[in-house]
């Protein structure tokens, strides 16, 4: 029998990654799995190997880079899908192939087009075909939370006697309700009687705001596995958040009896870091990990914690990684220092990484007094983890100059290759005038679907990290870039994201020029 307690299963990079707007490499990718297993959750859903060549690559490279955690490939039903996904994790320290099909009645006639008969003929070969890859299959019922009971009992007790050592029960729409919810999953758990060494498992969507209470009820009802996401990332409204689920186990001992097993104190940095590489913000009033999670303004409050934290807060800020006090770093600070600040925001870098990113923190501390958490963030991420496609325009030099009534003029020199190229544009402002420019010089004039700047600490003298977002066809690529002038950061993010475009068109067999302008 199992050892009792709750696994967590991350599904970030999968899940987590199809947020709108979420587009990450692989580079960016490592990162996070690596800050995954210091955080020691179970299973770290890598991705879905045959969804794109991209995707296959970043759950092979994760499969034979980071140990400790399951590595876990979704795959269909299909035998090309669970092919792709043994291919993908075949180099883990522990592989596991997740393959699923929707069960609910609306699903299987209007999506799939298919029998009940033909569902469970469809689970029988994917989960035998899965199982003759690797020991560790989990079977997902898409959309449970809608589907029959009846039904369910036997699409899992057939998973199990096709060798599935994990059921997922999952509310794919957010449907459910937690009391109910908790009901129907042990309705599930009743009418299969699985053997005692099968783990059951959920996955919530938070269409509902109802992902983690589901979630948490479904852990009374005997479920030891979750499946959630950092800061709640995912489809629609998002998963389950996993610092929100751990948090309420170990918090509340009296009423869930079970707990994880993650190391809860790097909860914070890992926030920081998955919200850093996504670009999606986590808000300040965010349960666990807002800025704000441990804030205290009113004065009753205040005096509370004065007397006794306990009155005011039901955990410590240590608990999860919050910071207490700040390690302030300057042109004074020493490589040690300096490196251990970066292992202690959730970074996972390489000699020449580190090389790399030592040298843009002693050049900015020539431009700044302090340099805060945010601005060393940003600077990894925007310079030092860039991934470098095979055609990479760089900013060499710029200028602008503002004229009256808001009009402004931007003169953009970029390097292709081995050869610099210069051109100028007017436009409705200098940001506005530097992309005209810079399109002229790229012969793409993709679409600006979101612009977004903010100080990466709340000092005057602070760095503007500029988020962007280009679309191109179907092509939609997201890029950043960091600077102590915000148009500097403007200009580098619209680089950054145009080399993406050049990349994902490249991955696509694509080629991009001017007559892909308009």
């Known amino acids: 029998m199992p050892e009792d307690w709750v696994r967590i299963f991350d599904t970030t990079l999968r899940d987590g990654e199809q947020s709108a707007g979420v587009n990450l490499n692989t580079a960016e990718k490592i990162q996070i799995a690596h800050q995954l297993a ?50 993908a994790v075949r180099h883990a320290e522990k592989p596991r192939i997740h393959t699923f099909i929707a069960t609910s009645p609306i699903h299987m006639e209007h999506k799939l087009k298919m029998t009940p008969d033909q569902v469970l003929e469809e689970v ?77 498992s959920v996955h919530c969507h938070n269409d509902l705001g109802l992902a983690v209470a589901n979630s948490l009820e479904a852990v009374r009802a005997g479920v030891r596995q979750v499946e959630c996401t950092v800061n709640g990332l995912g489809e629609r409204a998002g998963n389950a958040s996993m610092e929100e689920i751990v948090m309420a186990l170990r918090t509340r001992p009296d009423r869930y009896g079970v707990a994880s097993r993650l190391e809860t104190s790097r909860l914070y940095s890992t926030s920081k870091l998955v919200s850093r590489l996504t670009g999606v913000l986590v808000p300040p009033n965010k349960a666990i990990v807002g800025e704000n999670a441990f804030a205290h303004e009113a004065g009753i409050h205040q005096h509370g914690i004065l007397c006794n934290r306990a009155t005011y807060e039901i955990m410590k800020p240590e608990d999860v990684g919050a910071p207490g006090t700040a390690l302030v770093l300057g042109k004074h600070s020493g490589r040690h220092a300096f490196l251990k600040r970066l292992e202690a925001l959730g970074f996972e870098l390489d000699d020449d990484q580190k090389e790399k990113a030592f040298r843009l923190f002693k050049d900015l501390c020539d431009r700044k007094k302090t340099v805060s958490d945010g601005d060393i963030e940003a600077l990894v991420v925007d310079e030092v983890l860039a991934v470098v496609p095979e055609r990479r325009f760089e900013l060499k030099e710029y200028s602008v100059q503002v004229a009256g009534r808001g009009r402004a003029s931007a003169s953009i020199t970029l390097r292709d290759g081995t050869s610099e190229v210069t051109d100028a544009a007017a436009g409705n402002g200098p940001v506005d005038a530097a992309y005209s420019a810079i399109r002229r010089l790229v012969g793409i004039s993709p679409e600006l679907t979101s612009y977004r700047i903010q100080a990466t600490s709340e000092r005057s003298d602070a760095m503007g990290e500029a988020v962007i977002t280009l679309r191109l066809g179907d092509l939609k690529a997201q890029g ?39």
């Open 124 to 200: 029988r070969r994917a989960v035998t075909q899965a199982r003759s890859f690797v020991d560790d299959v989990e079977f997902s019922a898409e959309d449970a939370s809608r589907s029959e009971i009846d039904f369910l009992v036997k699409v899992y007790s057939l998973a199990i006697e096709c060798g599935a050592t994990t059921l997922n029960i999952p509310d794919t729409v957010g449907y459910a309700a937690p009391d109910e919810f908790g009901r129907f999953v042990k309705a599930i758990l009743d009418g299969v009687k699985a053997p005692p060494e099968i783990i059951w």
């Open 480 to 518: 950043r870039g960091a600077s102590t002038d915000v148009i500097e950061a403007s200009i580098k993010a619209y680089v950054s994201a145009v080399n993406r475009l050049y990349a994902l068109a490249a991955a696509k067999g694509e080629v991009l020029n001017g007559e892909n302008a308009g």
């Open 38 to 87: 210091k955080l020691r959750v179970d299973i770290i859903e890598a991705g879905f190997p045959a969804a794109s060549p991209g995707d296959m690559e970043a759950v092979s490279t994760i499969a034979r880079e980071v140990r400790g955690p399951v590595i876990a490939g979704l795959a269909r039903t299909r035998p090309a899908d669970i092919e792709a996904a043994a291919e």
